[in-house]
């Protein structure tokens, strides 16, 4: 099983090591999304040029297709993917459940480029587990935090997660808790997980139960749920994080935009996933640093398919060193992304993995030398 | 202007060295297909690192985006996409013609699949040359050849192909002769163009009127035109080839599968530009070797999306040394095809352009031993 130390302290924040039978992961850090058993665009060696040191795998996802049992059989996911560095999995609850408790709750900001893709049907959750169809062939599924385990070891993955319940952002006190105290007994079925996860909505009391249930219980403390806004999740991060032990990783699931970063390292957390950097790049909207006009109403983004990049000779971002930044002009990449160039999508997510990849080996560097408010300011000034 | 140098002849087959501005191109040699400046899936550095030393771009689809002109300004094709090597470019004439003349005679295999997304409508062809619309936003454009020799020279091209009329294959004699005499006129106000395209359809004295033609006006010999099946395109090469000279470079435009590289370079081609490669990448079909099962009922492919391939672990081929099988299974191929991965297509295109570029490669290097008609066989035996 993984191993957490930290080297370094400031405030908050900390730099460590997570040490895994693949490799070690410096914290703070970014893993990057393959929901199919590949980060969209980028080869295992992009990955590795580009400083990627782990990647995270959806479990939903590969249970269905190619199969997890496939998957072992071919040598385990690290194999089948050609990725030799850390493989974290999440539950496969997340996805069964977002699209249920969504569409039940029309909150569809919940989701996940991928789930908008992928549409399972809840049907049933029971003490058991949750019975779905498959959205690929409508077969009829069942996902139990014991199943959930089972897959993430054939998966092979070096980070695993317990499988949990989601609760609605729309939930009142009682539903939340009837959701957190199924959860805790789900979590304890899911015997071997690295990360237990947190729930508990907006309210204070359940959320430092559910900390203190999951520090309890799991080596590792994943940070779950649904966020109303900025501001309730940096409450939910302070909540937390004041009542888990300080030697244990923190992952924040499913955030991971640049204001994040500096907002929860900051708080301390750890690790972060998002699928924002190769969502965004294949929507034409591409990281640039405050340098080149990144500020936090532009979300330290440019829209390449916007005219006025037609002609422009510089690079995306002109202090960014990935290939893409040295070797083609946004007049290049707007013309790929306008003409539907496959090219585009290559270069516009290695430019946007490769910057939050960067950021975050900053902000690493900049904890170390006990600098990360100057740096913090330098990015999140208005 | 590029120069050729014959090094070594077995038969009719030679290997030969055409010297251009941004480097040598060993011949006989393939050419990829990078329609709107970019070779699908693969950035140039993945090219350099498959061996390729040309790329072909299209007049027709870059003169309306994002325009020649704007190329220029921004520095030319070679600085716009990043590549150092030779570019060739074509007339645009395929391109405006082959839809207008296809729809009317129906004769839509003529067409590149390139043709098949980007529409243009032919309006009228005049002596001055031939009036369409975009297919972008329906605007009238002019293709003469002069504008054709403007645009080529604003690209940068290296290689640059002469303005020509592009008969049907249902053509009689007649009207074959008519749209040949056009084609004179027209490439005799090409000035400056590196080659000449031979027609005649399937007539032998058009043919060796119109290779004279092209020998007597221009340094390099393309042989143009729609061919009905292989039989009377090896028929149209042997004219061709007996009368042209010997010491220039000989490109069979659009040409380029397995079978047809050993058949046309037998003849005496040492040019070739196709997008079979990039083109069956993205429909499942990957090249594979002898050893791995190929052969000309298969054309040396198979087809990945197969289920057969669920569980192979076996490369694409066991015997390419490409970075897709040096590291993944069929199986993983497989999976990205069906699940609609992006990574799919970099990787199998990869495969499919190293395969070609690699076949190339052996048969030169057979020609320099004279073991040409050994290697052959060793492909092309049922």
Known sequence: MAQFKILHKS?????????????????PNFIPVGTQGSVKALSPRDLREIGVQVVLANTYHLMLRPGDQLIKKLGGLHQFMSWDGPIMTDSGGFQVFSLGVALEHGVGKLLREEETKAKPRLNKITEEGVT???????????????KSMQIQTNLGSDLTVAFDDLESPKHNYEETFKSLKLTE???LRSR??????????IFK???IRSAKFVDQNFPGIALGGAHKDKKTLYQVIEWTVANVS????????????????FNCIERGI???????PTRRARNGSLYISP???????????????????KGDKNPIDNWCNCYACQNFSRAYLRHLCVAGEILYHHLATTHNVYFITNLVKKIREAILNNQFGKLKALWLTD
């Open 246 to 261: 300080e030697e244990k990783p923190r992952h924040l699931l499913g955030i991971g935009e640049v204001e994040d970063l």
């Open 205 to 207: 009391d359940l959320r």
């Open 185 to 187: 007994r789900w979590e």
């Open 132 to 146: 779905f169809q498959s959205h690929l062939d409508g077969s009829k599924q069942i996902l139990t935090p014991e």
């Open 291 to 309: 340098k080149s006009g990144g500020n936090l109403k532009n979300n330290f983004t440019l829209n390449i398919s916007k005219s006025k990049y």
């Open 11 to 27: 405030g908050k924040a900390r730099v460590g090591q997570l040490k895994t039978a693949h490799g070690v992961i410096e914290t």
């Open 192 to 201: 071997g997980a690295f990360y237990g996860v947190t729930h508990g909505g």
């Open 270 to 276: 750890d690790l972060f996933d998002c699928v924002a």
